[in-house]
């Protein structure tokens, strides 16, 4: 039996910790251009799925089967780093 862990971004939305493949805060990541030009092109092809109506601390970068998604948390990077590690 495989034991599969999961990880709670916020308001119901939960990920599998073998689809992650990094864990951002937003506030830093998105003054560099190629986070910002990654961000945009993620948006464009519907891979983006914003977990909370409050202001956001970080995103998720995830991929199964080939597929990107990015989740965008109110959560702070931290907070799921530590949550991750349980």
Sequence with gaps: MINEMYLH???DTVI???EIVGIFD???ASLSKYTKYF???STKRDEVFNVSYEMPKSFIVCQSH???TVYI???SPQ???KRAKK
């Design 66 to 68: 080939g597929k990107a």
């Design 39 to 41: 961000l945009g092109q």
């Design 16 to 18: 599998r910790m073998d």
């Design 79 to 81: 907070t799921l780093l």
């Design 9 to 11: 971004l916020g308001n």
């Design 73 to 75: 948390s109110q959560i």
């Design 26 to 28: 937003i506030e830093n």
